[in-house]
Structures are given as C-alpha cells and as structure tokens.
C-alpha cells in the first residue's frame, strides 16, 4: 500500500505518464519521498519567519520612515528631519524623557539585584523554595491587575492605612500625600520592579539549571568559602552574562510600558511612553510624525541602558574577581539570609494581599475611612460589570485561547523539526534572535508602524489582527519556555517508540507529546496570561474596537472607581488564575495512576 | 533472509573508530561485539537501525535480504532495539506498552490474548495492569523485551542489556532472551563488554 503510495508521488515529481514503469522498492524514490516529507518539516519554521519576523521588521522601517518625515498619507513624500525637532518641541518631552529613563534604569536594577540577593543569601531558605513552586501563579498575574491591587492595598485610603488607623498612625482622614504618580517615575519604578523580579527569577532558576551549582557549592565549601561568598564570586558571574536576554527584555518593556504607567506614573507630564500613545491616538494625524520618532528615541534609549548595563556587568566581573583573587572567605551573613528570605515571603505575601484586597474591594459598598472592612457589602458591581464586560470576556478567552494553542502548537512543530534535522542548528541561534526581537525591542517602536501597514491594508481592527499580534509575543515566550524541556527530552523513548510503531505519527501523538504533556500545559498556561495581559498590541491593532479585559481594566484605572476598578482587576487576574489551575490539575488527573508522569523526570 | 554487515565502519572526522566490521547474521543466531568504553559499540547499533548521530560518517553497507537498509528511514527498517535500561513509557501500564508494539491489525480481543500469552511466558501473569514504576529491574527487563519481540522485527539488537542487572538475575534474564531469540528465529547483534553474556566467541572492537 505504502510502496504504491510512494510511486504515485514519485511519477507525479517526475511528470511520468502512468504506464511507465518504476522499481517497486525503489531506494531512489524512497529517498526521494524522505526528502520531500524532509522539507515539509522547514513549513512551521518558515511560517514562522514570514508571519512573525518580517512584518515586525516591516513595523519597525514603517517606524522609521514617518520619523524622518515620510508619510504619504500627509503628502509627505520628503525625508526630513522635522519630526525630530516638532518631537523635541514639544511640551513636555524632555522630564517624560527623565521619567522613562530613571523608572527604567531603575526598575531593571532593583528588580536584577533583588534577584540576584535573593539566590545568593536565600537559595536554601523555605521562602525562595516557596516563592520557586508559586512562581507561574506570580508571573500570570497581569501587570495591569497588580498595579490596580497595589494602588488599592497601598494607597492613602488604602486597605493598610485603614487596617492601621487611628490606632498605629492617629489619622482620622486619609493622608493628603500619594505614593503613586510621584513627577519622578519612583513609583512607577517600585511597581515595575515587583513585576520584573519573577520574571528574572524564573529565568536565572532555567539558566542555573545549565551550570555546574551542586558541584560549585560543594567545592567552594570544601575550601572554606560561605555559601554567599560562592554565589558571588563563582555562580553570579556565570550566571549574569546569561541573562542578558532576559535583562534587555526587561529593559524594552520599562521603557515602552503604558498601562501601568497609567495607573501608577505620573500624569503631567507621564512617561514618554504614554505621551507617544496620547499622540498617536489624537485625531490630527501630524501628532504621528514625532510620535514615531519619539518610538524611535525609546529604541534607542533602551539600547543605550542596555549598553549601560553590559558596562556595568563588565566592571562588576572584574571587580568579583578582584575579590576571588583575595581569597576572602566571606562569612555567613545571617541578617542578609534573614532579611532576603522575609522579602520572599513578602512577595508571596504582597501577591495574596493583591488579590484578597481586590476581592473585598469588589463587594464594598460602604466602606468608610478608619474601617478595617465595609460596613456594608454588595453584589451590584459584579451585576454592573457583567453586562459590560460580557464582550471584553469572550475576546480575551478567545484570543488568549487561541493565541496560546495555535503558538503552542506552532513551537511545538518548529522545535520538532529543528530535533528531526541537523539543519536547524545552523540557523537556530540567527532564528531565535530574531524571534525574541518583540520581546527585545521596545513595543511601540514596531507597533507603531504595525498599525499603519495594518490600516494601509484595511486589516486594522479586526479580531484576526489583534491575535496575530498576540501571537508576536505569546510564541516568544513559548520558546523560551518549552525549547529547555523539549530539547532535554529523553530521545531513546521516542527512537523506541519509533521501532515500536513502525510510524513518526504514531510515535509522536502517543509517546513523545503524551510524556511532555505537563510542560505543554504549563506553557500554555503561560502564554494564556501573555496573552491576557496584551495591552498595546491589542489598542494599536484592535485600533480601539476590540475591547478585552486588560483594556477595559486600564480605562477603569485611570476613571478612578475602585470597586469597578477591582472587579475588572479581579476577572484580568482571575483568567490566567484559573487557567493556571486547570493545567496544573489536567496532568495531574490524567496520570494520577502513574507515579512517573507525577515525578516529571523525564519531561 | 540475512542481516549482514558489510565492511561497516564509522569515522568521527578523519579518525575512524574501529576496523570495518563484515558479518551474515542468520535467523536465530546471535552475533557478538565486544569492546571497552568509547570503541564505538553503541554508534555501530545507531548506525544499523539508522539513528547515527550527524558527527559520524558510515561507510560500508546494512542489507536485509540482499537489499540496502541505508536510505530506508529508521521507522521502517523493523529493527528492535534493547538497551540496557528497559526504557518503558511511564504514561502507560504493563499493558500498555505492550500493547502499543503489537500489529494495529489485531483486535481488541487478540490484543488482550497476545499480552496474557506473553505474560505467562514471561513469568509475569496478573502484570498486565500494574503500573511500571512497581516492576523491579528484572521484571522491567523482561517487559521490555517481550514489548520489543510483539513488534515483530526481523533483526534485533541487544545493547548490553544485561549490564545493570545483578548476577543471579543477569543470568536468568540472558538464558529468556537467548530462548525467545532461538525460538522466534531473530537475526540478533550482541554489544557487550562482559565474555559472559555471548553465546558464542565475540568479535573484538577497538
């Protein structure tokens, strides 16, 4: 039957009239087929590339054209540097420039160094553990969610102030001072740090996975170092240079980040990030000029930091090794181990607070100063936010849902491919650069230009957009979390299954994919809440019309009802809440008979 | 109907690993190969079921019934291959990693009757439901065996499929699987590194 098969394909390659006769079991042909089913596995690579890394570089030149002035659609057909100096002319620029760039450097910093100190005086401490097994639960929070739980947990008329007066502080009014919205973008920098130090954790525990850390320990401690004293003179500076990725990320995402800068920056002037949105989305469509040479100068600005951090991390490693070759022992540091482990805790602590104070917001009624819970609670908010938020629901399912199987299931393809055929490695380190380029690239500087090839094309708006630009970074992140799992897959099972079954399908849809199903479904989790928490992405291509539950929560935010506030906080967070749960409870269920799949040690 | 290696050798860049390699291994007769660590033994089992790695090269010839296996994919060589941990799919019971080596044309009912028979033939009757993490080495050992054998393959390869298990168990496996070799009539390759577990007088390596 195969054979057959294989002679049809092999006459219809070679134009061969039918009667012409072919070697039944011919090896040339078999070859040949082999071949052809070779290239098929370049498709999702390929696809890939076109749908992915092209148009984001597209984005990106219909970026830069506008910035030096080229925009058809004004008459514009002159490059000039005009919109360069309408951007510095105009009003505000320059302390949105001082916001962005301090929030950001400062942001990154803390959030690295916290992390840093925390793997160096807590790696054995229960809190780092804890915070370890929470870490999807935390990073699945949006961060649009978090800042709105932190504004209502933390602010002046706060749920803490009122837990804590008249008794502690003596007020009987709320304060009259902010914590939020301070002219230099600390806060916005406090806010961004709590978000960004899981996220660097996450990535320094795949990262330690690859270096030699039982080993280092024990030989650092047979020589008499400190556990600490290892970590920074032998781990940190292996580690540092591999998060890189991850650091320049974080970086992109400061400087281009719009909605919590909404809800905690400040407002006059803000960042310089949500003063290019209030640009792009004016109706005068010569705001979009200098607005694109302002994305520009965030690219810039962020490859500015990022060469400010590759210098610091440069003087840093001479500096530890001027340590190392002093040959100071160092000493348990048992207030650090103490102070680091408790600011674990705090996270996990803060993260909790978040969601229980979002909950009790949600079904305030009366809830007047001083009282440590409302006086009188009701329904009525989540009745109201039910019928307004029926359709920014479905959207965020759908595109979230949707975004999360098809990049899953995309990855999955590709990194198949790249473990069937040599030929991927070649161009596996060019291909994934250029795949982590939404993730490195601050958003706007490609969105922007995105958008207008997206209306020159009047595809702007619709819902099929909007997923692909969910897709830009939902599959990012699938890479970087599934290709360390997939790649480290034990082969054998699948070369037995192969000689099992006689059949790749078979081999793959019964054993290879089954015994990956756990880190299927935690990516999937995974890019659920990427996907959820898209905010430019789905404002720029949605061009306004498609609503989702991160858009809404951001317009609430910024109108000020906190108990509307906290319910669309709540349903952004509750989506990747519970989808979380469910893919952490569906392996677990469907191989609770096998204690193997349970272990996950061979995937 | 032969497995014959002709004048099979791999290089890893310009050295070659071992002295190409000539033998006919008939139906139910058991071909030895021993060599210490890092000789090669294991690549030269990759290379004839068709899984080398790209940093070798293979010259020489794998022919089945007179026929090349070179350019035929891995899948379709029928070539079972053992090594020396059982490598059973943890997602499955006893039952089911047998099951899935079975023919897709049999029945539900044949299906069920060809693991009992196996079972019982195996000294592990009432094993068909228990899950593999509750097998000893041994009883592991024997699944994976009979799991390899329900394939049907007309050649398998043994890689030191005996190296991990204790000396009492060792050679009780080693006579059940020279048995159901003799008695399936299997063209076989043994790679081993003890003169214990050949049959006959082993081919060095290296």
């Given at each position: 039957?195969?054979?057959?098969?294989?002679?049809?394909?092999?006459?219809?390659?070679?134009?061969?009239?039918?009667?012409?006769?072919?070697?039944?079991?011919?090896?040339?042909?078999?070859?040949?087929?082999?071949?052809?089913?070779?290239?098929?596995?370049?498709?999702?690579?390929?696809?890939?590339?076109?749908?992915?890394?092209?148009?984001?570089?597209?984005?990106?030149?219909?970026?830069?054209?506008?910035?030096?002035?080229?925009?058809?659609?004004?008459?514009?057909?002159?490059?000039?540097?005009?919109?360069?100096?309408?951007?510095?002319?105009?009003?505000?620029?320059?302390?949105?420039?001082?916001?962005?760039?301090?929030?950001?450097?400062?942001?990154?910093?803390?959030?690295?160094?916290?992390?840093?100190?925390?793997?160096?005086?807590?790696?054995?401490?229960?809190?780092?553990?804890?915070?370890?097994?929470?870490?999807?639960?935390?990073?699945?929070?949006?961060?649009?969610?978090?800042?709105?739980?932190?504004?209502?947990?933390?602010?002046?008329?706060?749920?803490?102030?009122?837990?804590?007066?008249?008794?502690?502080?003596?007020?009987?009014?709320?304060?009259?001072?902010?914590?939020?919205?301070?002219?230099?973008?600390?806060?916005?920098?406090?806010?961004?740090?709590?978000?960004?130090?899981?996220?660097?954790?996450?990535?320094?525990?795949?990262?330690?996975?690859?270096?030699?850390?039982?080993?280092?320990?024990?030989?650092?401690?047979?020589?008499?170092?400190?556990?600490?004293?290892?970590?920074?003179?032998?781990?940190?500076?292996?580690?540092?240079?591999?998060?890189?990725?991850?650091?320049?990320?974080?970086?992109?995402?400061?400087?281009?980040?719009?909605?919590?800068?909404?809800?905690?920056?400040?407002?006059?002037?803000?960042?310089?990030?949500?003063?290019?949105?209030?640009?792009?989305?004016?109706?005068?469509?010569?705001?979009?000029?200098?607005?694109?040479?302002?994305?520009?100068?965030?690219?810039?600005?962020?490859?500015?930091?990022?060469?400010?951090?590759?210098?610091?991390?440069?003087?840093?490693?001479?500096?530890?090794?001027?340590?190392?070759?002093?040959?100071?022992?160092?000493?348990?540091?048992?207030?650090?181990?103490?102070?680091?482990?408790?600011?674990?805790?705090?996270?996990?602590?803060?993260?909790?607070?978040?969601?229980?104070?979002?909950?009790?917001?949600?079904?305030?009624?009366?809830?007047?100063?001083?009282?440590?819970?409302?006086?009188?609670?009701?329904?009525?908010?989540?009745?109201?936010?039910?019928?307004?938020?029926?359709?920014?629901?479905?959207?965020?399912?759908?595109?979230?849902?949707?975004?999360?199987?098809?990049?899953?299931?995309?990855?999955?393809?590709?990194?198949?491919?790249?473990?069937?055929?040599?030929?991927?490695?070649?161009?596996?380190?060019?291909?994934?650069?250029?795949?982590?380029?939404?993730?490195?690239?601050?958003?706007?500087?490609?969105?922007?230009?995105?958008?207008?090839?997206?209306?020159?094309?009047?595809?702007?708006?619709?819902?099929?957009?909007?997923?692909?630009?969910?897709?830009?970074?939902?599959?990012?992140?699938?890479?970087?979390?599934?290709?360390?799992?997939?790649?480290?897959?034990?082969?054998r099972?699948?070369q037995q299954?192969?000689l099992?079954?006689?059949?790749?399908?078979?081999?793959?849809?019964?054993?290879?994919?089954?015994?990956?199903?756990?880190?299927?479904?935690?990516?999937?989790?995974?890019?659920?809440?990427?996907?959820?928490?898209?905010?430019?992405?789905?404002?720029?291509?949605?061009?306004?019309?498609?609503?989702?539950?991160?858009?809404?929560?951001?317009?609430?935010?910024?109108?000020?009802?906190?108990?509307?506030?906290?319910?669309?906080?709540?349903?952004?967070?509750?989506?990747?809440?519970?989808?979380?749960?469910?893919?952490?409870?569906?392996?677990?269920?469907?191989?609770?008979?096998?204690?193997?799949?349970?272990?996950?040690?061979?995937? | 109907?032969?497995?014959?290696?002709?004048?099979?050798?791999?290089?890893?860049?310009?050295?070659?690993?071992?002295?190409?390699?000539?033998?006919?291994?008939?139906?139910?007769?058991?071909?030895?190969l021993?060599g210490?660590?890092?000789?090669g033994k294991s690549s030269l089992l990759a290379?004839v079921i068709?899984d080398?790695?790209?940093?070798?090269?293979?010259?020489?010839?794998?022919?089945?019934?007179?026929?090349?296996?070179?350019?035929?994919?891995?899948?379709?060589?029928?070539i079972g291959l053992l090594h020396q941990e059982s490598l059973?799919?943890?997602?499955?019971?006893?039952?089911?990693?047998?099951?899935?080596?079975?023919?897709?044309?049999?029945?539900?009912?044949?299906?069920?009757?060809?693991?009992?028979?196996?079972?019982?033939?195996?000294?592990?009757?009432?094993?068909?439901?228990?899950?593999?993490?509750?097998?000893?080495?041994?009883?592991?050992?024997?699944?994976s065996?009979?799991?390899t054998?329900?394939?049907?393959?007309?050649?398998l390869l043994l890689d030191e499929p005996f190296s991990k298990?204790?000396?009492?168990?060792?050679?009780?496996?080693?006579?059940?699987?020279?048995?159901?070799?003799?008695?399936?009539?299997?063209?076989t390759i043994l790679v081993t590194h003890?003169?214990?577990d050949?049959?006959?007088?082993?081919?060095?390596?290296?």
């Amino acid at each position: 039957m195969r054979v057959t098969a294989v002679d049809a394909l092999g006459r219809r390659l070679f134009n061969k009239p039918p009667g012409h006769k072919l070697p039944p079991n011919s090896q040339a042909f078999r070859g040949l087929v082999s071949s052809v089913g070779r290239q098929l596995w370049l498709v999702p690579s390929l696809l890939l590339a076109l749908l992915l890394i092209v148009p984001v570089l597209a984005g990106l030149l219909w970026t830069i054209l506008p910035a030096f002035g080229y925009f058809p659609a004004l008459g514009r057909t002159q490059l000039s540097w005009q919109p360069w100096l309408d951007l510095w002319q105009a009003p505000g620029v320059w302390p949105a420039l001082q916001v962005s760039l301090l929030s950001t450097a400062l942001s990154s910093l803390l959030a690295l160094f916290w992390a840093l100190l925390l793997l160096a005086y807590a790696w054995q401490s229960r809190a780092l553990r804890w915070l370890r097994f929470s870490l999807a639960s935390v990073l699945s929070v949006p961060h649009a969610a978090f800042a709105i739980g932190l504004l209502l947990l933390l602010a002046p008329s706060g749920w803490l102030v009122r837990l804590l007066s008249p008794w502690l502080t003596g007020w009987q009014l709320p304060p009259t001072w902010s914590w939020v919205g301070d002219p230099w973008g600390l806060s916005l920098a406090w806010v961004l740090s709590l978000k960004e130090i899981p996220f660097l954790l996450f990535m320094a525990f795949s990262a330690l996975s690859r270096l030699p850390l039982d080993a280092s320990l024990r030989l650092g401690r047979s020589l008499g170092y400190s556990d600490a004293r290892i970590w920074w003179l032998i781990l940190l500076p292996q580690l540092l240079p591999m998060l890189r990725l991850p650091m320049l990320a974080v970086i992109a995402y400061g400087i281009a980040v719009v909605d919590l800068a909404i809800i905690v920056g400040p407002s006059t002037p803000p960042s310089l990030a949500v003063l290019l949105d209030r640009w792009l989305l004016h109706p005068d469509l010569h705001w979009r000029l200098p607005a694109s040479s302002g994305a520009l100068l965030l690219l810039l600005l962020s490859i500015l930091l990022f060469s400010g951090w590759l210098m610091l991390e440069k003087a840093l490693r001479a500096v530890w090794l001027c340590q190392a070759m002093r040959g100071n022992r160092g000493s348990e540091s048992w207030l650090a181990r103490r102070l680091l482990a408790a600011s674990a805790w705090g996270l996990l602590v803060l993260t909790l607070a978040i969601l229980l104070v979002m909950l009790v917001w949600s079904f305030a009624q009366r809830w007047p100063f001083e009282a440590a819970l409302p006086v009188s609670w009701t329904q009525r908010h989540w009745q109201t936010a039910a019928h307004y938020l029926a359709q920014p629901l479905w959207h965020s399912l759908l595109l979230a849902g949707l975004s999360a199987f098809i990049g899953l299931v995309w990855v999955v393809l590709c990194l198949e491919a790249e473990q069937q055929h040599g030929w991927a490695r070649a161009w596996r380190r060019p291909l994934l650069a250029l795949l982590f380029l939404p993730l490195i690239l601050p958003q706007m500087s490609f969105l922007f230009g995105v958008q207008w090839l997206l209306v020159l094309l009047d595809w702007d708006g619709q819902l099929l957009a909007v997923l692909w630009g969910h897709l830009l970074f939902v599959v990012p992140y699938l890479l970087l979390t599934l290709s360390g799992p997939y790649r480290h897959f034990d082969q054998r099972l699948y070369q037995q299954a192969l000689l099992l079954s006689g059949s790749k399908a078979r081999a793959l849809l019964w054993v290879k994919w089954p015994l990956l199903a756990r880190p299927f479904c935690y990516v999937l989790a995974i890019a659920f809440a990427v996907s959820i928490a898209q905010f430019l992405s789905t404002r720029y291509l949605g061009a306004g019309r498609i609503a989702t539950l991160t858009t809404e929560a951001v317009a609430m935010a910024s109108g000020g009802d906190r108990r509307a506030m906290a319910v669309y906080g709540l349903w952004q967070w509750a989506l990747p809440a519970l989808v979380y749960g469910l893919m952490l409870f569906l392996p677990w269920w469907c191989f609770r008979h096998r204690p193997l799949m349970q272990l996950d040690g061979r995937s | 109907m032969s497995l014959v290696l002709q004048q099979l050798q791999l290089w890893l860049g310009e050295q070659p690993l071992f002295a190409p390699i000539s033998a006919e291994v008939e139906p139910g007769q058991i071909f030895s190969l021993m060599g210490p660590s890092g000789c090669g033994k294991s690549s030269l089992l990759a290379a004839v079921i068709g899984d080398l790695p790209a940093a070798f090269r293979l010259q020489g010839d794998v022919r089945w019934a007179g026929e090349s296996l070179l350019a035929v994919p891995m899948q379709h060589r029928r070539i079972g291959l053992l090594h020396q941990e059982s490598l059973l799919f943890p997602h499955w019971s006893v039952a089911g990693n047998l099951g899935f080596a079975l023919p897709a044309k049999l029945n539900k009912a044949e299906r069920k009757l060809a693991i009992e028979q196996g079972l019982i033939k195996a000294g592990l009757q009432g094993f068909a439901d228990r899950d593999i993490s509750s097998l000893s080495g041994g009883q592991k050992a024997r699944i994976s065996l009979l799991r390899t054998l329900f394939s049907q393959p007309r050649a398998l390869l043994l890689d030191e499929p005996f190296s991990k298990l204790d000396a009492e168990l060792r050679a009780s496996f080693r006579q059940f699987v020279f048995d159901l070799i003799a008695e399936q009539q299997i063209a076989t390759i043994l790679v081993t590194h003890d003169v214990q577990d050949c049959p006959s007088a082993p081919l060095r390596m290296g």
